[in-house]
T-cell receptor, first 114, second 106 residues
Framework: KAGVTQTPRYLIKTRGQQVTLSCSPI?????VSWYQQTPGQGLQFLFE???????NKGNFPGRFSGRQFSNSRSEMNVSTLELGDSALYLC?????????????FGPGTRLTVL | KNEVEQSPQNLTAQEGEFITINCSYS?????LHWLQQHPGGGIVSLFM???GKKKHGRLIATINIQEKHSSLHITASHPRDSAVYIC????????FGTGTSLTVIP
């Protein structure tokens, strides 16, 4: 069974640009969660999607948004990039919503904002 | 305010030693997760607990819901256990500890 895949793996953008990251979950998993990891703040929860609906949201500004498609693939968008958005962005998939199932993490997308 | 606190932050052990990493949380939770992250970023889920104790190979995880505390134990530690171990809880959202960086010396 293929694992969680994320594309692209590396990305360099400049301030003010926008970026879209993609996450393909394990087949059969309907929940996709997104996380930001930085050396200063550690891992932080962005949002969770289940069956194309956002179920939970962390404490990030509206510049961070996401969506989920009918095949459970998910995208995350960050608009008007800031230097502080440089981070490793991870997604994880699971069978059900709410974090009460094992989470399977993707390899992450490393975003650098110049 | 940190909803999840881990200790210690850094830990160095000799191969074969018994290791304990602690996690305390301040919110009501539906589950607690122990995660392992190796250099390079990949995260693997080790355990998900809502009560009691779980064992997988040399790893044991316990949780005390009343005391809002969990421990991760590694028996007979090995250099390949060197990684960052992260405690996470599921409440209204996911909250993460800052991680424990473990180095096991041969």
């Amino acid at each position: 069974k293929a694992g969680v895949t994320q594309t692209p793996r590396y990305l360099i953008k400049t301030r003010g640009q926008q970026v879209t990251l993609s996450c393909s979950p394990i087949s059969g998993h309907r929940s996709v969660s997104w996380y930001q990891q930085t050396p200063g703040q550690g891992l932080q929860f962005l949002f969770e999607y289940f069956s194309e609906t956002q179920r939970n949201k962390g404490n990030f500004p509206g510049r961070f948004s996401g969506r989920q498609f009918s095949n459970s693939r998910s995208e995350m968008n960050v608009s008007t990039l800031e230097l502080g958005d440089s981070a490793l962005y991870l997604c994880a998939s699971s069978l059900t919503s709410g974090g009460t199932d094992e989470q399977f993490f993707g390899p992450g997308t490393r975003l650098t904002v110049l | 305010k940190n909803e999840v606190e881990q200790s210690p932050q850094n830990l160095t052990a000799q191969e074969g030693e018994f290791i304990t990493i602690n996690c305390s949380y301040s919110v009501g939770i539906s589950a607690l997760h122990w995660l392992q992250q190796h250099p390079g970023g990949g995260i693997v889920s080790l355990f998900m607990l809502s009560s009691g104790k779980k064992k997988h190979g040399r790893l044991i995880a316990t949780i005390n819901i009343q005391e809002k505390h969990s421990s991760l134990h590694i028996t007979a530690s090995h250099p390949r256990d060197s990684a960052v171990y992260i405690c996470a809880v599921t409440a209204t959202q996911f909250y993460f500890g800052t991680g424990t960086s473990l180095t096991v010396i041969p």
